[in-house]
């Protein structure tokens, strides 16, 4: 299902940004802030909720098994926010549709994180793979603070810049993250335990994705940050 909906909404996204040539752009203000105040209040509760668990984890098991558990599928704690989190990746998808609606830009990364994240996050819901309870409170923190962001901004608040620069760092932190506990359950995988639950298929491309999105995003910051912003001399 979820490569259906993926499928279909690479189609509506573009169709509607060709429908939208030599169309007047919506403002589509206060729909906006109040569609980003939606995800940044459910992406924050989520956080604190699934952090409940994970911390308790940490405490009492280890690091090791706070990346390779299972429980946060079926912990009365985390079991509901794990499954909005699934949600949620649908959700998101809503976000293009103001960009296209709006004749804002639509860079490649957005669109490619949508699609493959909305994949990868269900067949991960359905397999029930490790690394999910680092992956939901990393995801749900940062996204609460960038939607924090995309309210302020939709509300006409004049955010600085050292701020949404703040948010593509703490993006590729996350990515970076990311990286490095695919790798570790990578390694996990072949202990005699098998406490880390991954096909290594699924592993190895949860790890080559969450880096092509690493890569991304530090291209992204370099080219809207670090880009020169001196004028060619004549």
């Not at 030599?22 to 589509?28: D, F, I, N, V, W």
């Not at 067949?123 to 490790?130: D, F």
């Not at 901004?153 to 990515?175: C, K």
């Not at 592993?203 to 995003?217: K, P, R």
Request: glycine share 6%.
């Amino acid at each position: 299902k979820s490569v259906v909906l993926a499928v279909v909404y690479v189609i509506l996204v573009f169709g509607i940004q060709q429908f939208m040539k030599g169309r007047r752009a919506y403002s589509l203000r206060t729909p906006l802030a109040l569609w980003s105040l939606g995800l940044a209040l459910l992406n924050g509760i989520a956080a604190r909720r699934v952090w409940q668990h994970l911390s308790f984890i940490l405490a009492t098991k280890g690091f090791r098994h706070s990346v390779c558990s299972q429980s946060f599928y079926i912990h009365p704690i985390s079991k509901l926010w794990v499954y909005l989190f699934a949600l949620s990746k649908l959700l998101e998808l809503g976000d293009t549709l103001f960009i296209v609606l709006r004749k804002k830009q639509l860079i490649f990364l957005h669109w490619f994180h949508h699609v493959t994240s909305l994949v990868a996050t269900w067949y991960g819901y359905k397999e029930m793979v490790a690394g999910t309870g680092w992956l939901t409170v990393l995801n749900f923190s940062v996204h609460a603070i960038m939607y924090s962001y995309y309210v302020l901004r939709a509300a006409g608040f004049q955010v600085s810049r050292p701020v949404a620069m703040a948010i593509t760092v703490t993006q590729i932190l996350q990515m970076l993250g990311f990286v490095v506990m695919y790798a570790l359950i990578l390694f996990w995988m072949e202990e005699e335990d098998k406490v880390c639950h991954t096909s290594w298929a699924f592993g190895f491309l949860s790890f080559v994705l969450c880096l092509s999105f690493l890569v991304l995003f530090c291209n992204l910051f370099l080219k809207t940050y670090l880009g020169s912003t001196q004028k060619p001399k004549r």
